[in-house]
Structure formats: C-alpha cells, structure tokens
Nanobody
Framework: QVQLVESGGGLVQTGGSLRLSCAAS????????VGWYRQAPGKQREVVAT???????DYADSVKGRFTISRDNAKNTVYLQMNSLKPEDTAVYYC???????????????WGQGTQVAVSS
C-alpha cells in the first residue's frame, strides 16, 4: 500500500488562493496517474483534476481555468494550485493513486486522509 499525505488546506476568502500538496511513499507514485478529488458535506466525492505520469492533466469543468495540477516526481509529490476560489469549492480534498498490483492482478486505489478547504463569502 502507498501512503499519501495531503496538506495545504485552510480557510480563505472568496477570490483567494491555496496550494495543496500530496506527498507519497514509494516508487509507484511517479509511474502512475494521480487525482485530486473533493467531497462537500452531503455530496458525493467528485474528481477535480488528474495528472498522468507524463504530466498530462485533465480538469473538471467547474475548476477549469482556476485550478492547476502539477507533479514533481523527484519529490513524489503532486500539487493542486487553486486560484479564484469560490464558496462552492468548500470541501475535503483527497488525493488518489491508482496502480496495478501484480500480486493480486488488479488495479487498486490508495487514498490520502484528506485536507479541509473552506472558502468564505
């Protein structure tokens, strides 16, 4: 199992910025796609952005143009730069690593513990 640790959450005003980090253990991290997800109270967890091992990024429509995902494979870390934050961005943000485990011959998802982001109006 890969351990993922998120950090960087906090309370900001509308229009503010935050940078989240997801640090991982092991070499599996750099070879696989990592995603940022969020879950607001009473809502299902949703994907925010993903980045492939080669650096290709995809974003949810709701964050395009405001959020940027990046990775530093040398540091085993993925970042989520969040600008122009809105109250509707308030949620717990999680990072997820999906990778193939040859011992059980299937893909598995490892999640971090989450970091809270709150945007005040």
């Amino acid at each position: 199992q890969v351990q993922l640790v998120e950090s960087g959450g906090g309370l900001v005003q509308t229009g503010g910025s935050l940078r989240l980090s997801c640090a991982a253990s092991g070499s599996t991290f750099s070879r696989n796609t990592v995603g940022w997800y969020r879950q607001a109270p009473g809502k299902q967890r949703e994907v925010v952005a993903t980045i492939s091992s080669g650096g290709s990024a995809d974003y949810a429509d709701s964050v395009k143009g405001r959020f940027t995902i990046s990775r530093d494979n040398a540091k085993n870390t993925v970042y989520l730069q969040m600008n122009s934050l809105k109250p509707e961005d308030t949620a717990v943000y999680y990072c997820k690593l999906r990778y193939y485990r040859y011992d059980i011959e299937r893909y598995v998802d490892d999640w971090g513990q989450g970091t809270q982001v709150a945007v005040s109006s």
